[in-house]
């Protein structure tokens, strides 16, 4: 049982490349997310999908796109890749552990330059 | 609109000592409050969580205490311990389904001197 994984743990792009984030989960969680974290601006959503064929918009969707490929993975791209979004992604599923527990990844290190 | 306000920003505390971090909130349909632990290099994890129905949950060393009048939540923790150093982050949430989505409040990183 390996929670959340993410690849790749890191990644260097130059401004204008694309990329694509992958995220997995293998705990059968309907619920899964993308988040941004940045150093004193805590964790953003970026997108959610409340379950298998569904995805939302969260606070700062823009240039970014999400694509949830079937229960166990959801994915995000960066189409055209800008300083801005030097970040640290993280992907968490929600479960039920008490209530609304979400269970993150180790996170994706992404540097634009 | 920062719908969850975290502070300090920074805490530094000695081993042994109470480490506090106070959270306050402003929807008041807000029915869940989380705190999660996140260590360098790593995702967060969930510490502890209460539901308003309560004014204190406590789990080993780690407390929240909530008024809800306020609208204010904190974590203590009692015996602080050099493991403990670590950023929390506390959230909030309302309902179910797209509303059960966390909103965090900016992190407090915690360093404990030995």
């Known amino acids: 049982n390996a929670g959340v994984t993410q690849t790749p743990k890191f990644q260097v792009l130059k401004t204008g490349q694309s990329m694509t984030l992958q995220c997995a989960q293998d705990?059968?969680?309907?619920?899964m997310y993308w988040y941004r974290q940045d150093p004193g601006m805590g964790l953003r959503l970026i997108y959610y999908?409340?379950?298998?064929?569904?995805?939302d918009k969260g606070e700062v969707p823009n240039g970014y796109n999400v694509s949830r490929l079937n229960k166990r993975e959801f994915s995000l791209r960066l189409e055209s890749a800008a300083p801005s979004q030097t970040s640290v992604y993280f992907c968490?599923?929600?479960?039920?552990?008490?209530?609304?527990?979400?269970?993150f990844g180790p996170g994706t290190r992404l540097l634009v330059l | 609109q920062q719908q969850v306000k975290q502070s300090p920003q920074s805490l530094i505390v000695q081993k042994g000592g109470i480490s506090i971090i106070n959270c306050a909130y402003e929807?008041?349909?807000?029915?869940?409050f989380p705190w999660y632990q996140q260590f360098p290099g790593k995702g967060p994890a969930l510490l502890i969580a209460?539901?308003?129905?309560?004014s204190e949950k406590k789990e080993g060393r780690f407390t929240i205490s909530f008024n809800k009048s306020a609208k204010q939540f904190s974590l203590h923790i009692m015996d602080s311990q050099p493991g403990d150093s670590a950023t929390y982050f506390c959230?909030?949430?309302?309902?179910?389904?797209?509303?059960?989505?966390?909103?965090f409040g900016k992190g407090t990183k915690l360093s404990v001197k030995p």
């Open positions: 209460i539901r308003p129905d309560v």
């Open positions: 705990m059968n969680h309907n619920s």
């Open positions: 959230a909030a949430s309302k309902g179910g389904g797209s509303q059960g989505n966390l909103i």
């Open positions: 968490a599923s929600r479960g039920f552990r008490g209530r609304e527990t979400q269970y």
């Open positions: 929807n008041t349909a807000f029915d869940y």
């Open positions: 999908s409340a379950s298998e064929g569904t995805t």
